[in-house]
C-alpha cells in the first residue's frame, strides 16, 4: 500500500510540474512610434516563447526581420539601417513574474502580474519591468503588456535627415498564445 502511495505521489508531482510549462511559437509583438511626420507600425507573428507557472519565469525570442511593414522601403531601413537585422538577428526576454494570487493553470480567470527581466535588443541588454496580464484557459495562458522603450537605451541610431520621421520613444504591444507543452 506504501509503494501504491509513493508512486500516486510521484505521478501526480511529475503531472503538476508538466502542466506548468506553456510554450509559443506564434506570439505577437507590435511597435509603434508615432512622430510627427509620419506613424511607423510593425507587427511580428513568429515569436517563440516559454511559460512557467511553477517558476514563475517567461522567456521570448524573436527574429528582427521577422517585423512586417505597410510600407517595404519602412521594413528595409529598419532592417539595414536602424537595427541592422544582419548584425543583431534576434531579440529577447527573459525574466519573472509576480501575482498577487496563485495562479492555477485549471481554473479559468485573469491575473495581474509585474513582469522583470532583461529585454535584448540590438546588441544591449537592459532591465525592464512592466505590468501585464496573464489570462487562463483551458490549456492556454495568453500573456498580454505594453511598455515604451527609448531608441537611445539599445544603441539605436537615426539619422539627423530623419530624425522627424522616429519616435524617440517606442510603444511595445506584446500578446503570447500560450499552449501546454507536450512531450
Known sequence: M?????LL???CSINASSQSRYITKNGHIQF?????LENID????QVAGIL???KNEVAISLLIKSFK???SLMEEHFNENYLESDKFPKASFSGSFQSKEVINPNKNGSYPVTVDGKLTLHGVTKAIQ????LTVAKNQVIAKTKFQISIKDYNIKIPTLVIKNIAEIVDVTVELPFTLETK
Not at 2 to 6: S, Y
Not at 130 to 133: E, L
Request: no cysteine; hydrophobic share 45%.
Open 42 to 45: 510593425a507587427n511580428n507573428h
Open 52 to 54: 512557467d507557472l511553477t
Open 9 to 11: 505521489l510521484i505521478f
Open 32 to 36: 509603434f512610434s508615432e512622430a510627427p
Open 130 to 133: 512592466t505590468t501585464g496580464i
Open 2 to 6: 506504501k509503494n501504491i502511495l509513493f
Open 69 to 71: 511593414f505597410d510600407k
